[in-house]
């Protein structure tokens, strides 16, 4: 009897153990109200909005470009360049991401003005000014990756955006909504902007003055709500930075039918925002190696300092996964991204002709890498060149006798390249002896404002034309070659030659972008913007016994309307109202 009396107890018990399983107390669901006497709970509906940056890593979709393959046989951009890319298998989604962090934000804004920030109701409004303009800037950004992503001409031949959503969904919302146009997502991006810089300090410093604004605060209280703590999150300069990509994004040829008004904004934004750091007269070479120590000073950074070369960046941590990723077998890596012959091809000669133009580049087929661009070995590993903390030779030869030649083994280059831009040359991977090292990635980097307002400018004004800026697109790209050590013996005769070419300065302004960009996930969207041939053939360098041969490694099988990428094809089975873009 005792027997069936514990055996029923301990069944009662189970029972009420599985309900609370099945049907968790109240308190552990926090409903939006929770957020009105919870601060900390508020800022981590904003929060989510930092953590969701696509920039936060790398996403090396350079290999579904002519820039670069992988040796990863299951890495998606693989398949998607190679013909399985469908609405149902997009590597480059972001409507998922995106319209989260943005219901996250909405969610925000629907508590924050309700939210005890502080005890003292003018400290209170300043931390709620301060949060929301960071919400409306973050809002705007993942708006431009979803016009970046999805954005694109349905079968009408109507240039559409994403659904705007202002305030959060719930459970009884209608989602059920049309994709806005596209002028209008970008008419609402801007507006977030707007309001963003109305609400946020230029940088955060715990010197700046207090505005007219607050006027009635003291300096101290200011600077505990604008001050230096918050370095790193969201500021009216990085909302000027955000709306020159968008900017740019709009007047590209494919989402612009010739407006050259649009070209001038950008061009115009862009120059706010290069002289806000002074113009173009300080560019070091250091800007080129930011994410060294030697030279960008990594280890040395304050607590969220950046070197000159950076408007945004990401926080700082330590790790070795880009080189355990990246660094060739012999040095314990996986050899993931290998450029391609294209990418070497685009870097000139040191004298600043490109190597087609023999006569006067003096390129040497036989010694390809003699006399190239500085860039070239600082970016890519070439046949010959030292890595790793030792220096070691790298041998890509087909006929070598290690495991970084051409496609000795499964984590080989296909390419006959290896990557070196954004790896530390000082982190040791052998497992006796494995160091890790400090990396942080760019969300914003002024080169990319440089180049986005030479090519804006030339597109608007033609190569030299200021029209009442500091500079042109030619000074800029002079700038930006003359960083690099091109052209500086000589006067850089080619960039000479095209600045009264406005076409010629179009393919010069979008090599430098390639070149200066590279490994950073601009290509795949600078093609599609530009309207530019998605299926040239990744080659490669073979090497046998001294001699050089170029090789096709891999086709790509892109199709015409993939200028644009789709929506989701399960969002559109669920909602008629959501419009696909054609071809998908």
């Not at 997009?90 to 319209?99: E, G």
């Not at 600077?223 to 590209?252: D, E, Q, W």
């Not at 040829?253 to 007269?281: C, F, H, M, R, S």
Request: glycine share 8%.
């Amino acid at each position: 009897m005792r027997k069936i009396l514990l055996i029923c107890i301990s069944m009662a018990v189970l029972f009420c153990s599985c309900e609370e399983m099945f049907e968790p107390a109240i308190e552990n669901n926090l409903e939006l109200e929770n957020a009105f006497k919870d601060a900390t709970y508020a800022q981590g509906l904003l929060l989510n909005g930092y953590t969701r940056l696509p920039t936060n890593s790398y996403s090396f979709n350079d290999v579904a470009t002519d820039d670069a393959v992988t040796n990863d046989r299951n890495s998606g951009f693989l398949r998607m360049a190679t013909g399985q890319w469908t609405a149902m298998n997009n590597p480059v989604d972001q409507w998922r991401n995106s319209r989260s962090a943005i219901q996250y934000l909405n969610q925000f804004f629907a508590v924050t003005d309700s939210v005890a920030w502080a005890i003292d109701p003018i400290i209170s409004k300043m931390f709620n000014d301060r949060m929301k303009g960071e919400a409306y800037g973050l809002r705007a950004l993942f708006m431009f990756y979803l016009l970046q992503c999805h954005g694109g001409k349905a079968a009408n031949g109507e240039l559409l955006g994403v659904p705007i959503l202002l305030q959060h969904e719930t459970l009884t919302s209608d989602f059920n909504q049309p994709r806005a146009t596209f002028d209008d997502c970008l008419n609402q991006l801007y507006a977030d902007l707007d309001s963003a810089e109305e609400l946020l300090p230029l940088d955060y410093s715990d010197s700046s003055p207090v505005p007219s604004k607050y006027s009635n605060v003291s300096a101290d209280n200011y600077h505990r709500v604008f001050g230096g703590s918050f370095i790193g999150r969201m500021t009216g300069r990085i909302a000027k930075g955000i709306r020159v990509r968008a900017a740019l994004l709009a007047a590209s040829p494919a989402y612009n039918t010739g407006d050259v008004a649009k070209w001038e904004k950008a061009a115009n934004l862009a120059a706010q925002v290069i002289d806000l750091k002074g113009g173009i007269t300080d560019l070091t070479n250091k800007d080129l190696e930011w994410y060294n120590n030697s030279t960008g000073g990594i280890d040395g950074l304050a607590a969220g300092a950046n070197p000159t070369e950076i408007l945004w960046r990401g926080n700082i941590g330590t790790s070795n996964d880009l080189e355990r990723n990246h660094f060739p077998p012999t040095l314990n890596g996986s050899g993931r991204l290998n450029p391609t012959q294209n990418l070497v091809n685009a870097f000139p000669m040191i004298n600043g002709y490109p190597i087609s133009d023999v006569a006067n580049s003096g390129y040497n087929a036989a010694a390809p890498y003699t006399n190239r661009d500085p860039r070239l070995r600082l970016y890519i590993l070439v046949n010959g060149a030292t890595a790793g903390t030792s220096s070691t030779a790298i041998n890509t030869s087909e006929d070598g006798t290690t495991n970084d030649g051409l496609n000795k083994v499964e984590t080989s280059t296909r390419t006959g390249y290896y990557l070196r831009k954004l790896l530390r040359q000082d982190v040791n991977l052998n497992p006796s002896s494995t160091t890790t090292q400090k990396h942080y990635t760019p969300h914003i980097r002024y080169t990319e404002i440089y180049l986005a307002y030479a090519e804006a400018a030339n597109e608007a004004w033609g190569p030299l034309e200021t029209s009442g800026n500091a500079y042109s697109a030619y000074s800029v790209i002079k700038a930006i070659r003359t960083r690099a050590g091109i052209g500086v013996s000589n006067g850089d005769p080619y960039l000479e030659s095209v600045k009264n070419d406005k076409n010629a300065m179009r393919q010069l302004i979008r090599n430098e972008r390639r070149l200066e960009l590279c490994f950073e996930g601009f290509r795949f969207w600078d093609l599609r913007r530009w309207n530019a041939d998605l299926n040239e053939t990744a080659k490669g360098m073979r090497i046998s016994a001294g001699n050089y041969s170029i090789i096709d490694v891999e086709n790509r099988a892109y199709q015409p309307y993939m200028i644009y990428g789709p929506v989701p094809y399960s969002e559109v089975l669920k909602y008629n109202k959501l419009i696909q873009n054609a071809g998908w």
